[in-house]
């Protein structure tokens, strides 16, 4: 097995795994991050999502050989304590019940506000349709993404 390397929340890792394995088990049974969670295995639920180069991509279809020399970010290191706008929000607007999806759900949101500063219900709404929340709280996630939305164009 050859070793692959990749930089994941600013630190670079070298892992010796199976060139077929997901990233999403190299982030959780590897390196320990576990808020990147499992749900379908085939990124259809959005649990697993991570950002790669700020684009959200879901870490269960990433082979860790198509991950080598790339840039990924989890939401441990969406921010170094948790202020970035979408996890404030998220906790404001108390979306969160069972709170499995919300780590996938908040990366997909904070990529969605970093191509989109001001998006509308139906850009929204498009983009979180691809993420499953078995709670139902669609609704005040979409509160919550206006939220950090809001603030996020307040932000120096």
Same mark, same amino acid.
């Given at each position: 097995?050859?070793?692959?390397?990749?930089?994941?929340? !600013?630190?670079?890792?070298?892992?010796?795994? +199976? %060139? @077929?394995?997901? *990233?999403?088990?190299?982030?959780? @049974?590897? *390196?320990?991050?576990? #808020?990147?969670?499992?749900?379908? #295995?085939? #990124?259809?639920?959005?649990?697993?999502?991570?950002? &790669?180069?700020?684009?959200?991509?879901?870490?269960?279809?990433?082979?860790? /050989?198509?991950?080598? #020399?790339?840039?990924?970010?989890?939401?441990? !290191?969406? /921010? /170094? @304590?948790?202020?970035?706008?979408?996890?404030?929000?998220? *906790? &404001?607007?108390?979306?969160?019940?069972? !709170?499995?999806?919300?780590? !996938? =759900?908040? =990366?997909? %949101? %904070?990529?969605?506000?970093? &191509?989109?500063?001001?998006?509308? @219900? +139906?850009?929204?709404?498009?983009?979180? /349709?691809?993420?499953?929340?078995?709670?139902?709280?669609?609704?005040? =996630?979409? &509160? %919550?993404?206006? *939220?950090?939305?809001?603030?996020?164009?307040?932000?120096?």
């Amino acid at each position: 097995m050859p070793k692959v390397a990749l930089t994941v929340n !600013g630190r670079r890792h070298t892992v010796d795994v +199976a %060139a @077929d394995t997901p *990233l999403l088990w190299v982030l959780r @049974d590897v *390196l320990g991050l576990t #808020g990147t969670k499992f749900g379908c #295995g085939e #990124g259809v639920c959005g649990a697993c999502t991570v950002h &790669e180069s700020g684009r959200a991509v879901r870490s269960c279809l990433v082979p860790v /050989s198509d991950a080598a #020399g790339k840039r990924y970010v989890t939401i441990e !290191g969406l /921010s /170094s @304590d948790g202020t970035h706008p979408c996890q404030q929000a998220w *906790l &404001e607007r108390d979306v969160a019940q069972c !709170g499995y999806c919300q780590p !996938g =759900m908040i =990366m997909t %949101a %904070a990529a969605l506000l970093a &191509e989109h500063p001001s998006p509308t @219900d +139906a850009e929204i709404d498009a983009v979180m /349709s691809n993420s499953v929340c078995r709670c139902g709280t669609y609704n005040p =996630m979409r &509160e %919550a993404i206006r *939220l950090a939305a809001r603030r996020a164009r307040k932000r120096p």
